[in-house]
């Protein structure tokens, strides 16, 4: 009795689950996570210090998004974490997941293959004001997993339809060394782009590497670009953003022109559970995207 009482529970669970993915009542709750399927798994980082693993999902509905939006995955029996989208915001029937191994759940959710599920909720958080940058040149600086948040914004950018909607495209990427770099394969697309250079840094000279050494922050003087005509789209470690920061608004860029993500700890990603708040803003609904005039404005907690 105890067996079939089970069974009809769990057939019952199955059949509500089929209801929430055939009307994707997730649109209208944020708290009921969709079911997602993972298609590949592709290792991008080769270094022994930093494990890093795109993962490309199939939601089981569409999942339209902007850039600088993020997700929360849940590996059931083991919890949830917040991940920004990776990939393109015109591609909704798949997103890539870019995720460092770093605890419970990232250990667990690179330990999956192709075939395997995850539970997702969202898209959360505000965007890139992309409209706000139209007309203006922009220089994209990243360091290490910071370049995925952006991906999606660079991917929107470099759209034929867009791409003239924008001046020149600087690209700075930074990793610790050369096997740290994310999305190797991207390269030669983005810097393809009429009027783009993309840089690569790391931080110590290495045999045969041909691109830049040093930080960002130390670079950025050297490189021709109109500081009155730019919008600076940085991601990176704090450390990094904070230097880099400094550095652009050194040169004279206004500071609502230097544009950022947060990576807090976050619960509940809707508001509500006061985990990701810096004094009164909350990073799950005003943010991730913050200017650094609007960071200057918060207590330094990030
Ligand atoms: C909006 C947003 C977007 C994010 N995007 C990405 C992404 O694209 N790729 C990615 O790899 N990670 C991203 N993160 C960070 C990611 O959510 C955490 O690494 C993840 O929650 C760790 O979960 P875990 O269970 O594996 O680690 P846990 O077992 O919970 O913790 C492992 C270690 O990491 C530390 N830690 C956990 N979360 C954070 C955090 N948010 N900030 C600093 N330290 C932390 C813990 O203190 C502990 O030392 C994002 C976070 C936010 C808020
Ligand atoms: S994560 Fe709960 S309030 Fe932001």
Request: include cysteine.
């Amino acid at each position: 009795m105890k067996g079939a009482s089970n069974d009809n529970l769990s057939k019952a669970a199955s059949r509500s689950l089929k209801a929430i993915e055939t009307h994707c009542q997730a649109y209208d709750n944020p708290y009921i996570p969709i079911r997602a399927e993972i298609l590949d798994v592709i290792q991008e980082t080769t270094s022994q210090t930093q494990d890093v693993k795109s993962f490309i999902l199939r939601p089981s509905c569409p999942l339209p998004f902007s850039p600088g939006q993020f997700v929360e995955v849940t590996v059931p029996g083991t919890g949830e974490a917040p991940f920004g989208f990776a990939s393109s915001p015109h591609i909704t029937d798949t997103i890539q997941l870019c995720i460092k191994r770093t605890g419970y759940v990232t250990d667990c959710l690179h330990r999956m293959r192709p075939g395997d599920e995850v539970w997702i909720r969202g898209p959360f958080g505000n965007s890139f004001p992309v409209d706000e940058m139209t007309g203006y040149d922009l220089f994209f600086a990243a360091g290490g997993l910071g370049l995925a948040p952006l991906r999606p914004l660079i991917d929107l950018i470099f759209l034929p339809e867009n791409r003239v909607k924008f001046g020149k495209i600087n690209m700075l990427l930074a990793a610790r060394t050369t096997k740290d770099f994310i999305f190797r394969y991207d390269y030669g697309r983005w810097a393809s782009n009429p009027d783009t250079e993309l840089r690569l840094t790391i931080d110590n000279p290495e045999p045969g590497w041909d691109g830049l050494v040093g930080f960002p922050h130390m670079l950025v003087r050297d490189i021709p670009f109109d500081i009155h005509n730019t919008y600076a789209i940085l991601c990176g470690p704090p450390v990094m953003i904070k230097a880099l920061s400094d550095a652009f608004s050194r040169m004279g860029m206004p500071k609502d022109r230097i544009l950022t993500t947060l990576e807090m700890r976050m619960t509940c990603g809707v508001g509500k559970c006061g985990k990701c708040n810096i004094g009164h803003t909350y990073v799950c609904v005003d943010g991730p995207v913050f200017s650094v005039a609007q960071l200057d404005k918060m207590p330094g907690e990030y």
